[in-house]
């Protein structure tokens, strides 16, 4: 199978490869190099209703295609994007801006885990049974729901949008999904390798747009009973607004404002490779980044010498060297938030230890978005700069004295996605992370993932986390039968 990127990609509805039917296009920009590359379906309300049409027709037959044959093809999904690795990683790095090395070796084989396991899932996917004694059984089935909606961000393109549409359709679904319109290639191709490996058409509807047109249409569309989203908390805001009264299932996944707790018993040269990752991977833009770096005081001193010296170090660059530890951030309008933060830590008074401006290279990506790892410290946990997720590569450094005072630092946050605790104390490590207001703890590690735990936050970081095959139940309708004895 051969994968380019076209100049202008289509939508894929019904199984077919369209336009979109209003005719219009949105230009498509490499961060890396300011240009546009291809252009874009603006999709609307139309072309929705028609996605939902082939869908609808589609799950007749989906909804009751036997596991094993869901399992096949899912699989086949599966090893399609590992056979296409480098043309999927090229893809994705020409929309994000990030590191071609990271795609390769993260987000396009986490996509295809993706689907590899919920295929498994399909095979291994059971039910609950209670038994009244003497009285009664009763037994749950779940029934794949029909139509759902699966909408996601730019940062993890390819494995944001799998880790939806994958459990969907092993639960027996039929899907219509939009990938962002800022990074939308990797969704594209994924509908020329759904084809490739014979998924029925009309299962795995893409239709391509913006927020406002596309995804809201996909949101309000009375034939969509469910919908997985991530992204900010803003659309998820909007989105929870138009399905509440509509009674849709939802599952939102949006912003965090991470603390990363180092105390002075850590494993020092773990924590601090580590924590240069999880503080500045994907140029910051990962929801899971640890944006607020809490260090104990006895360490703090010998923990900003270091850290800066070694953020210092990281080469950006144009993300298609493998050199390059930092490529560019994902578009001009969001540079232009990324540098407006950095003003604002500037004027809440926090002292620049690292960064702060723009980068300019040469050649190719001389008119390409590139910030300088930014670190900041001297700022109070209840500034904008603290409390508001920047979603780039900047973080503050705050110090605290007690186990206690950690934990109220990281939990003044409107924000619960995740956190990281660095400690060598195992009870600690225990106490600490049962009090973390996250959905997502890791302790001494970071950004490790199981397809079989619960992901998501807590508080304005979303509702409806789910994991394993909890993820695939949220995708069906339990129906409880009581049989009397
Ligand atoms: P965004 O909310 O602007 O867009 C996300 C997706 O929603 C895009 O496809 C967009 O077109 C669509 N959209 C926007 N407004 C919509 C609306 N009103 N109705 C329907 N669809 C709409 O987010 P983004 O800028 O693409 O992504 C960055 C955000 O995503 C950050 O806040 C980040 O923390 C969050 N994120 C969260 C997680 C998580 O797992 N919790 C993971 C990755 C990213």
Redesign the pocket.
């Known amino acids: 199978m051969n994968l380019t990127a076209p100049d202008r990609i289509a939508n894929y509805i019904a199984g077919s490869l369209q336009a979109p039917l209003n005719g219009k296009y949105i230009d498509n920009i490499n961060p890396a190099t300011g240009e546009v590359y291809s252009q874009i379906p603006d999709s609307d309300a139309q072309d929705v209703d028609e996605a939902v049409g082939a869908a609808k027709i589609a799950f007749e037959s989906w909804g009751r295609t036997p596991a094993e044959e869901r399992f096949r093809i899912l699989n086949r999904i599966a090893e399609l994007i590992d056979e296409n690795l480098d043309a999927l990683a090229l893809a994705e790095s020409n929309d994000n801006g990030k590191p071609l090395w990271l795609s390769k070796r993260v987000d396009i084989p986490r996509a295809s885990s993706n689907f590899r396991f919920f295929a498994t899932g399909a095979m291994h996917f059971s039910t609950e049974s209670h038994n009244m004694e003497d009285k009664a059984i009763n037994y749950t089935l779940r029934q794949p729901i029909g139509v759902v909606g699966c909408?996601?961000?730019?940062?993890?393109p390819l494995y944001?949008f799998t880790w939806k549409i994958a459990p969907a359709l092993a639960a027996g679904n039929c899907v219509v999904a939009?990938?962002?319109?800022?990074?939308p290639m990797t969704g594209y191709l994924l509908s020329l390798i759904c084809k490739k490996a014979g998924l029925p058409d009309g299962v795995l509807n893409i239709v391509h747009?913006?927020?406002?047109n596309?995804?809201?249409?996909?949101?309000a569309h009375p034939g969509i009973k469910a919908l997985s989203?991530?992204?900010?908390?803003?659309?998820?805001r909007?989105?929870a607004a138009?399905a509440g009264p509509m009674f849709k299932k939802v599952s939102?996944?949006?912003?965090?404002k991470n603390p990363n707790i180092i105390f002075a018993d850590c494993d020092w040269d773990k924590m601090m490779r580590v924590t240069l990752q999880s503080s500045f991977s994907n140029q910051g833009?990962?929801?899971?980044c640890g944006s607020r770096v809490l260090v104990e005081e006895s360490i703090y001193e010998k923990f900003k010498a270091e850290f800066v010296a070694r953020a210092a170090k990281l080469t950006v660059g144009d993300p298609l060297e493998e050199s390059s530890k930092q490529g560019a951030v994902?578009s001009k309008m969001?540079f232009d938030k990324v540098m407006s933060c950095i003003e604002l830590a500037k004027q809440e008074s926090g002292k620049l230890l690292l960064g702060g401006n723009s980068v300019q290279l040469e050649g190719r990506c001389k008119n390409g978005y590139f910030i300088q790892p930014t670190i900041f410290e001297g700022l109070g946990p209840n500034c904008r700069t603290n409390m508001e997720?920047i979603?780039g590569p900047v973080v503050t450094l705050q110090s605290f004295k007690t186990e206690e005072e950690a934990l109220q630092l990281a939990n003044t946050s409107d924000y619960g996605?995740s956190a990281t605790i660095w400690t060598q104390d195992v009870s600690r490590a225990h106490r600490v992370a049962a009090q973390v207001h996250s959905g997502i703890i890791w302790v001494n590690c970071w950004l490790l993932r199981d397809l079989r735990t619960p992901?998501?936050?807590f508080k304005n970081?979303?509702v409806g986390r789910e994991g394993g095959w909890d993820a695939m139940r949220f995708f069906t309708e339990p129906k409880n039968v009581c049989i009397e004895l």
Do not use: D, M, Y
């Open positions: 909408i996601s961000p730019w940062n993890l944001l939009k990938p962002s319109e800022v990074t747009g913006t927020g406002p596309c995804g809201a249409a996909i949101v989203f991530t992204g900010s908390t803003r659309a998820g909007e989105i138009t939102l996944e949006l912003g965090g833009q990962i929801c899971l994902v969001h997720e979603f996605l992901f998501g936050g970081s979303g």
